[in-house]
């Protein structure tokens, strides 16, 4: 198994790792690379797997305790979080079109979720636990919001407003990224992300798809309107790449 260049106290890594953006995959060839127990979560993080990925509050816990075994951070954690656990990471994220993202979603939630199989896209998107958490400006809000919005409940989930405030954040978390790929891309980001961390190139897994179906263009159009931020977000992802030519930041580190 490779270790990643630099390997040491401080060759620490988070994945911004968004819904529906190729994530899963993306942490599943990091672990060709990692031992189990240098990822967060592993076994040793406790039975709740879902509480793992998702609350600060466990997360800080478990750096107490195993913070020098942890060297891949993976869950869906805001960018943020690195400001509380005092330490160095190289940062990386995938952002995806927000309207395929949204429906691969919705998907998702139907092919996995038993309570939801039976459910049209417009009854799934209407939860407001979800609409609120996941759907709406989901990729703004994990680059923008603020370590205290994420105390407000434990972490990215919650409804937090909109607002010009929080775009104009998640566009300079975007731009601080080490390493920043667009999911219709992925091969491209992975490349270079692998060869300038020494990652394991050839672990060619995909992960967590879903068969694309089509969507009412009704709800299509609801998405476009409650995800304005994520479109902007978005484009300026595509520009800020095009500008440099990589997905990795000038003098970012590896």
């Not at 219709?184 to 961390?197: A, I």
Request: hydrophobic share 35%; glycine share 6%; net charge positive.
């Amino acid at each position: 198994m490779k270790s990643p260049k630099g390997a040491g106290p401080k060759n620490r890594y988070f994945v911004v790792h968004l819904q529906k953006t190729a994530g899963t995959t993306l942490r599943n060839r990091l672990r060709k690379t990692f031992r189990p127990v240098q990822i967060y979560p592993h076994s040793q993080d406790g039975p709740n797997i879902l509480g793992a990925i998702i609350s600060l509050s466990h997360l800080e816990r478990q750096w107490k305790k195993r913070g020098e075994q942890i060297r891949l951070i993976a869950g869906h954690f805001p960018l943020s979080t690195t400001n509380v656990l005092g330490a160095d990471f190289t940062t990386m994220s995938v952002l995806r079109p927000p309207l395929d993202r949204t429906l691969s979603y919705l998907r998702h939630q139907r092919e996995v979720v038993a309570t939801d199989m039976n459910k049209s896209f417009e009854e799934i998107y209407d939860d407001p636990a979800r609409f609120h958490s996941i759907i709406r400006n989901h990729m703004t809000r994990m680059f923008g919001m603020s370590v205290k919005q994420m105390r407000l409940n434990d972490g990215v989930y919650g409804n937090i407003p909109d607002s010009q405030w929080l775009l104009e954040r998640a566009k300079k978390g975007v731009e601080s990224l080490d390493f920043v790929g667009l999911q219709p891309e992925f091969e491209t980001f992975w490349q270079e992300l692998s060869e300038n961390c020494g990652f394991d190139k050839e672990a060619a897994v995909n992960s967590n798809a879903t068969k694309p179906k089509d969507a009412p263009e009704s709800l299509k159009q609801r998405i476009r309107e409650d995800n304005k931020l994520d479109f902007e977000l978005y484009d300026f992802a595509v520009d800020l790449i095009k500008k440099r030519g990589s997905c990795r930041r000038p003098g970012g580190s590896t």
